[in-house]
């Protein structure tokens, strides 16, 4: 396996997504430590949320990392058969397969999440999910449009003035978002 | 329907039942009625217009029904199912309630009608067809003749989430969040949801808040996946939650969407059988996890 | 009794003459919100819905918006969806921003002047509803962005011919061609509308667009006019009488010395508590405030709608809910409604606009309640029977 990044698009539009990675504690956090001990090269988009098991992980933690403007996440724990409680992935599994599901029905590209198992000894394993999730988040851009739903700041109303000030399509907008 | 209400009166009488739970037709249509007194049975009906489901009267948050007694609740095969959902997850006690089953051909899509009418495939719930519970077995009592299969509506729920499925990405994502900013954050869908139990539904958990409470677009997308995330494997497909939204959210296509999914997924399909575990909260050994690296 | 009666001046504005005077307001850059027909089918929703598969005649949804153009104005004179409170209080709206630097915190305020923007065609109930909320909004504290709108706008209502068994706006103390809220009336009649300004603002409207309207005193078949109209809003009330008549008085006393009474203590047995009818309200007003963080140390606080039908509306911090069931929960509507702002403001907090009976599919129906409660109060013989 090799250990180069792909940067390829990167230099284009400058472009680097981020990555929210929410791990269960025995498996994948100690595997991608390890990939750290190894010293081994992968891209660095990723930030790391520690949880005891998948099977904590709620899908709010990932529709709440999308709502904040996160371009892709990443779900990662212990094979099935090898849960250190003894079934959290099993039910984590059928639950992150429903919501992967209706996502994409809701129309957020399945490529944004990353589902896999990674053992504690697979630090060479965490390191392609890394850089094959980061190439492929790069690759379908910025993820805008969740965060964008909301207003960002509050100065919603149409601003005084006189009768003749001309309605822009952006004040309407806002005007009708208020 | 005098069989129904024969049955409510002695039911009533003999002091089985403290309240009977049932329709009846009101100025503007069917609607639930909670009848105690033997003599007001004859306001019972069962017609096409009987799409209400009543078991959400069950919920156990719902502190000013249970005051009325012991219950005799009315059910079709869907809302059969909403009982067994219940039983299934412990929110009720299988002897606490009686239920009179009726036979059921399908119900009205727009209810609210001074008269009941006779269905066609112009005026049909959709979601009634294919019903698998048209004669409700989880019941005490069993009424009525057996009706004929409910017409196939124009569209049914399935070919319209099959033309939703089959348009693009960008499509589908335009096509939600046009229709979820529309919500207005009432929580109807929730409200009426006869599974909707939770003592305090996360979209109220403020600490921290993990749904955004303003009927922002974004707000409301992540309460509307949530709500429905919340349902895999357990919705009945009464229809309720699409029928009372004010502003007309298809609820039922995301619902359906689900429903598709837990089958191919987990060969599991809802019934009004209480023994068979839901899905989620279950699992096997052997779950497809195709999309697992 | 209209007020334009009292103040004067009647106009007649033919269609035409309406459509262009709206053309005129939107290319000044006015914002204009009038009744617009969406059609249903048109949108994505066509999906789920069967109205729109069927053959024959396409459903149609009226709704207040914002105009782009002249041509959307509808004129039919159904009642829209939602009523005019969108517009004055909107379903979440921003109330301050706030940056924090370091242990300082830096507000940004919102506007709350707006710019002057006109409704047209609003419906009597909805723009009386205004009048009647205004009133709690200048009571303890000044709502300046509900007031900000309200001075902004001038609103000119379409006499309506009653929509259906639901209506009861004459019960409450209006009426189908009141100008309560509002600053002139529009009363259809041959070749266009009778056109009764009522306030300053609707003088000034016509002022600014004078070419548009002819003074009906100096004007051929006026009189005809002015019965044909008469005469149409005088069957209108009668139409709407006929579905209610209450002594609203007796009612709001009633309710006031009979809170245990089974009749009020009832009434919520079948509700959900979703809330629909307070959404769906002129005069339902409650909203929740939230602080909503964007990133680290800045954020948006926001109000949005409420409705004291949810269980959580009155759950104290100690975890005490004084409404912790149904029940009492529609009790307070029933009450708030009808006894406790009548006693507290003069204004009965309902139009009769009959959208929370039409909205509710669990069957409440507030046609009925209120005729029980005025049988209660005026007739309690007959309410013991």
């Known amino acids: ?178 | 329907m005098n069989e129904l209400r024969e049955l409510a009166r002695t039911l009533l009488t003999d002091g089985t039942v403290r309240v009977i739970i049932g329709w009846e037709a009101a100025r503007r249509g069917a609607r639930p009625v909670f009848v105690t007194d033997p003599a007001d049975t004859d306001k019972l009906i069962f017609d096409t217009r009987c799409v209400h489901n009543l078991v959400t009267y069950l919920n156990p948050r719902r502190d000013n029904v249970a005051e009325l007694g012991k219950i005799g609740l009315v059910v079709k095969g869907c809302d059969a199912k909403a009982v067994a959902g219940l039983l299934r997850e412990a929110q009720l006690t299988r002897d606490d309630i009686v239920l009179i089953g009726v036979r059921c051909g399908g119900v009205l899509e727009e209810a609210e009608l001074p008269e009941a009418v006779a269905l066609s495939s112009e005026n049909v719930a959709p979601r009634c067809y294919g019903c698998d519970n048209r004669e409700p077995k989880l019941v005490d009592h069993l009424l009525g003749e057996a009706q004929p299969d409910p017409p196939r509506p124009i569209m049914t729920i399935d070919e319209r989430v099959a033309a939703l499925d089959a348009r693009p990405l960008e499509e589908r994502w335009a096509f939600w969040t046009e229709q979820f900013s529309k919500c207005v954050r009432c929580y109807a869908c929730r409200q009426v949801c006869p599974l909707c139990v939770c003592e305090r539904c996360v979209a109220e958990k403020s600490r921290p808040q993990w749904i955004e409470s303003s009927a922002h677009p974004r707000g409301n997308m992540s309460w509307n996946i949530t709500r429905a995330l919340h349902l895999a494997g357990r919705c009945v497909d009464c229809g309720e939650c699409e029928r009372f939204c004010p502003v007309g959210i298809p609820l039922s296509l995301v619902n359906r969407k689900l429903q598709q999914i837990v089958a191919e997924r987990y060969d599991y399909t809802v019934s009004d059988d209480p023994e068979n575990p839901a899905p989620i909260g279950d699992y096997r050994l052997d779950d497809k996890q195709e999309f697992i690296k | 009794m209209s007020n334009a009666e009292a103040t004067g001046t009647t106009h007649f504005i033919s269609d035409d003459h309406l459509r262009s005077l709206t053309g005129d307001l939107l290319g000044a850059g006015t914002e204009v919100i009038a009744p617009v027909a969406v059609d249903v089918c048109a949108s994505p929703s066509a999906i789920a819905s069967s109205a729109c598969l069927r053959p024959g005649v396409k459903p149609v949804d009226i709704e207040y918006r914002v105009l782009a153009d002249a041509t959307e104005l509808d004129l039919s004179r159904g009642l829209p969806v939602l009523s005019l409170k969108q517009y004055f209080l909107p379903e979440y709206e921003a109330l301050c921003g706030w940056r924090e630097h370091g242990t300082e915190v830096e507000i940004e305020a919102v506007p709350t002047e707006f710019a002057p923007r006109v409704v047209l065609a609003a419906k009597p109930c909805d723009s009386a509803a205004l009048a009647v909320v205004d009133k709690v909004m200048n009571w303890d504290y000044q709502d300046e962005l509900w007031n900000g709108r309200r001075e902004a706008t001038t609103i000119v209502n379409l006499a309506c011919p009653v929509i259906d068994e639901s209506c009861f706006c004459t019960a409450v103390g209006t009426s189908p061609d009141d100008t309560k809220g509002a600053d002139a009336l529009l009363s259809p009649v041959e070749g266009g509308y009778l056109f009764e300004a009522t306030t300053d603002k609707g003088r000034a409207l016509v002022d600014a667009h004078a070419a548009y309207f002819t003074a009906e005193a100096d004007s051929n078949g006026a009189e005809q006019r002015g019965r044909q109209a008469a005469e149409e809003r005088a069957a209108a009330r009668v139409r709407v009488a006929a579905n209610l008549e209450i002594d609203a008085a007796s009612v709001r006393d009633w309710i006031d010395t009979h809170f245990e009474d089974p009749l009020l203590a009832a009434l919520g047995v079948r509700c959900n508590g979703c809330g629909a009818c307070s959404s769906v309200c002129p005069t339902c007003h409650c909203f929740d405030i939230v602080d909503e963080e964007e990133g680290i140390g800045k954020g948006t606080r926001r109000r949005c709608w409420d409705t004291c039908q949810a269980p959580t509306f009155t759950l104290h911090a100690s975890g005490h809910n004084p409404r912790d069931s149904q029940n009492p929960r529609y009790r307070q509507r029933i009450n708030h409604k009808f006894s406790v702002y009548p006693l507290k403001f003069g204004e009965v907090l309902c139009t009769g606009c009959g959208r929370c009976t039409r909205v509710c599919h669990a069957g409440q129906d507030l046609v009925e309640i209120l005729q029980a409660i005025d049988i209660a109060a005026r007739r309690p013989e007959v309410a013991a029977t």
């Not at chain 1, 269960?24 to 992968?42: E, P």
């Not at chain 1, 998948?54 to 933690?61: A, H």
């Not at chain 1, 992150?96 to 029905?105: G, T, Y």
């Open chain 1, 1 to 178: 396996m090799s250990d180069a990044i792909d940067t390829s698009g990167a230099a284009a539009n400058g472009f680097e997504p981020r990555i929210t990675a929410f791990v269960c504690n025995w498996c994948t956090y100690t595997g991608a430590d390890l990939a750290g001990t190894s010293r081994l090269h992968m891209a660095s988009n990723v930030r790391i949320i520690r949880l005891p098991c998948t099977g904590r992980i709620d899908p709010l933690f990932i529709i709440k990392a999308f709502e904040r403007g996160a371009d892709g996440v990443i779900v990662s724990g212990c094979h099935p058969a090898d849960c250190h409680y003894t079934t959290g992935n099993y039910h984590a599994r059928r639950r992150f397969a429903v919501f992967h599901d209706i996502m994409e029905f809701i129309g957020v590209d399945p490529r944004r999440m990353t589902f896999s198992w990674v053992s504690a000894s697979e630090g060479a394993k965490w390191r392609d999910v890394v850089n094959e999730a980061v190439t492929n988040v790069r690759a379908l851009g910025p993820f805008d449009a969740y965060r964008a739903l909301a207003p960002e700041d509050a100065g919603v109303a149409t601003p005084a003035g006189p009768a003749a000030e001309v309605a822009t399509p952006a004040a309407t907008a806002k005007a009708e978002a208020s």
